[in-house]
């Protein structure tokens, strides 16, 4: 199996599962986007995001069958991929547009599945990181919580049809601050400053109409939750289905020990995770 | 003519453009968002933008038959603006999801016009206000520019259908950040932290599909020039018809001295500024 990995946590986490399932694992760590030294333990190589040729290279070589898009990968510019040819004619088929956000990830997946890989999604090899509907934690959001994060849903839907965000904070029916390519822990740290008085708000995660569920769901963790209670907010909602939770068992009990709820919300009737 | 005054210079133009036009002026402060002292000069009572009992008096004592709202007023909670029974009644009618951003707004001026009064745009007192189509200063966007100007306008315009922000900063069609609560010249000093190498990007101001353009139309100031250079940005475009520039003249002038360019956009076909 092979997996490109960007920042965080999850790829490393991907890798130990895989092994523990008696597979081999190859991954392509993308330059100056990797952090997590755990992944040095598994053959690896580094190449840079632009260097199409050279990941396909890599996965054929390894004979990887499989392959996982994982980690946070801030949207670069078109000057920071510098393009090998292969990333070039894959970019010349779809425009400059590709980068507006995901488009470049479905770009890479449907490439790769062109090439004769399978892809598959970080949750059905980690089936603990999926969210499901209700309350995942101890604490239990009120009705003004609610309110709050059913608007922030329909806010961060709303948001994912133009291929932006997926995150906001709400409070008391206000819209504190939108996600756009700051990254979610960043969001909610700034909306501590944008806070009003009275009772706290929350933050909302969800996926794009569009979005390809084996490519980079909306991810919380640890950070996302100390972050969040330092904002002041009162918990976290998110897309069931549509968005993980990244070593959830410990994040739950973190938000439990800070009193914050973590929800599972659906979608109301008429639309879907996966549907327009 | 009745000026319910929130922050910012606005506020002080539109009176003294209303006096040399020969009208009396009566002003409504609203109390924790005015901030020019200059408004002072002119009759004026000051009240909390919960107190609607006291802004209808006022208004009334003072015989004003037209009324303007203008000025920044950052969207309340529910808490502070501790409503009088006059504006518990109007909020009572609706819910609290007026607070949704100008949801409130169109609120007040919806009752202003029930009591008799009749509502006026501040683009209707000052005609340079309103910004029209084409490049307005001595700088034209490039082709890179203008693509990031239109991706620009159509987030903003999505934006504006869930009654968010107006505003999102565009550079290599990657949107850096989106307007929520914060305001404009916020987002722009924010977006400078997640600049990508190579060309610098544009700032794009829209006005909401279902805005009433007598009420708080978006507007740029000097401020939002000079922030949007400190942050690398090229220019910044506008729809035309659905934004203000306040302080024209000063503010191209300085524009063009920074080498920015200021442009109106029209929106593509079968959309329109007031229509859905």
Redo the contacts between chains.
């Keep these: 199996m092979g997996i490109i990995a960007g920042g965080g946590a999850l790829p490393a986490r991907l890798a130990a599962a895989a092994v523990m399932a008696g597979r081999e694992v190859c991954i392509v760590k993308l330059d100056g986007y990797v952090d997590d030294p755990v992944l040095d333990q598994y053959p690896n190589v580094t190449a840079r995001l632009g260097a199409a040729a050279k990941i396909l290279d890599a996965m054929r070589k390894e004979n990887c069958q499989d392959v996982v898009l994982a980690g946070k990968v801030a949207?670069?510019?078109?000057?920071?991929i510098r393009p090998d040819w292969r990333a070039a004619k894959m970019l010349m088929k779809v425009g400059?547009?590709a980068?507006?956000?995901d488009g470049l990830l479905r770009l890479v997946g449907k490439e790769l599945e062109r090439e004769g890989f399978r892809l598959l999604g970080a949750h059905e090899i980690l089936g603990d990181l999926a969210v499901e509907e209700g309350v995942l934690g101890a604490v239990s959001p009120d009705e003004q919580a609610m309110?709050d994060a059913r608007?922030g849903l329909?806010?961060a839907r709303?948001?994912g049809?133009?291929d932006?965000?997926q995150g906001?904070v709400v409070?008391?029916?206000?819209?504190?601050?939108?996600?756009?390519?700051?990254g979610t822990d960043e969001m909610v740290r700034?909306s501590g400053?944008?806070r009003?008085?009275?009772i706290g708000g929350v933050l909302v995660k969800s996926a794009k109409p569009q979005q390809d569920k084996r490519l980079d769901l909306p991810a919380i963790g640890m950070k996302t939750i100390e972050e969040a209670h330092k904002a002041g907010l009162r918990g976290v909602a998110l897309l069931a289905g549509g968005t993980m939770i990244i070593d959830r068992a410990a994040v739950i009990a973190r938000a439990d020990a800070l009193g914050l709820f973590v929800v599972g919300l659906t979608l109301p009737d008429g639309d879907n995770v996966n549907g327009g």
Tied chains: 1, 2.
Aim: charged share 20%; proline share 2%.
């Design positions: 949207r670069p510019s078109l000057s920071s400059t547009k980068l507006g956000d309110s608007h329909s806010v709303t948001l049809q133009a932006v965000g906001c409070q008391q029916g206000l819209v504190l601050a939108l996600e756009a390519i700051e700034r400053s944008y009003r008085d009275g």
